[in-house]
């Protein structure tokens, strides 16, 4: 069983609506899905292109 997590979202805001939002994406062992990043430069994979283009 997860503990219980706290929940960060604002009170008052309409989540529903359209806006920006900050996604975090935890992965096993800390894979690379999208790509990695060399000397401070991301080097998106085809997972991370793929992506890229439905946002």
């Given at each position: ?23 975090t ?5 800390k894979e690379?899905?999208f ?7 991301i080097?998106?994979n ?8 439905q946002?």
């Amino acid at each position: 069983m997860l503990p219980e997590r706290k929940n960060i979202r604002l009170p008052y805001y309409d989540y529903h609506t359209n806006g920006m939002y900050f996604v975090t994406v935890c992965t096993k062992g800390k894979e690379h899905l999208f790509g990695e990043v060399i000397d401070g430069e991301i080097h998106m994979n085809a997972m991370g292109k793929y992506v890229a283009r439905q946002l």
